[in-house]
């Protein structure tokens, strides 16, 4: 089954203790990217990637890091946590970059 | 940056009604996507249409991209389409923008 899988679905963690969120797609799709969704603030891009070792920065990056080193996939770093980084935390893939997005089940973080 | 506008903000339908979701936006796009966000916050793909229209079961879309808008009608509506409905739209620069979403609520 073609899907996008983010793990853990859920977090609950303190400040400052290194986290990483894990996402995979199995459609060999060259474009991932992640997504918060804050309310009042609706879902807002974080990292993308167009490519293995090719990522940049979206519209909210500060206190993140991601990686590309295969086609699959794309974790989220969060080196320090801090309570402003609670969300819900969405991993997408499409084929390339101007294509349908699939997006992952969501990964609700909660930072103490 | 460009602007993405849905509306209404909020609606609340009985059951089998028929209701029209707009989203405007302001520049040209490369492509725009609706997502329904269910109650469980999982996202769902419902099309991905930089113009013309779709249909699929009950819900169909339209985009006039020369127009800048799109809109999503669903027909017959249950109680399982509650939730929000996001429109997406994707810019030169690879950044995907949302619109804040119109909550939907389906009443038995």
């Known amino acids: 089954e073609a899907q996008v899988t983010q793990n853990p679905r859920y977090l609950i963690t303190v400040t400052g203790k290194k986290l990483t969120v894990t996402c995979s797609q199995n459609m060999n799709h060259e474009y991932m990217s992640w997504y918060r969704q804050d309310p009042g603030l609706g879902l807002r891009q974080i990292y993308y990637?167009?490519?293995?070792?090719?990522?940049d920065k979206g519209d909210v990056p500060e206190g993140y890091k991601v990686s590309r080193k295969e086609k699959r996939n794309f974790p989220l770093i969060l080196e320090s946590p801090s309570p402003n980084q609670t969300s819900l935390y969405f991993c997408?893939?499409?084929?390339?970059?101007?294509?349908?997005?699939?997006f992952g089940p969501g990964t609700r973080l909660t930072v103490t | 940056g460009i602007q993405v506008e849905q509306s209404p903000p909020d609606l609340i339908l009985q059951e089998g009604a028929n209701s029209t979701l707009r989203c405007n936006f302001s520049d040209s796009v490369n492509n725009l996507q609706w997502f329904h966000q269910n109650p469980w916050g999982q996202l769902i793909n419902l099309f991905y249409i930089p113009s013309g229209t779709k249909q699929n079961g009950r819900l169909s879309a339209t985009t006039v991209a020369t127009e800048r808008y799109s809109l999503l009608y669903i027909s017959s509506s249950q109680t399982t389409d509650s939730g929000v409905y996001f429109c997406a739209v994707e810019v030169n620069n690879n950044d995907m923008r949302f619109g804040a979403g119109t909550r939907l609520t389906v009443k038995p």
């Open positions: 990637s167009m490519n293995v070792e090719v990522t």
């Open positions: 997408a893939s499409s084929l390339y970059e101007a294509d349908e997005q699939y």
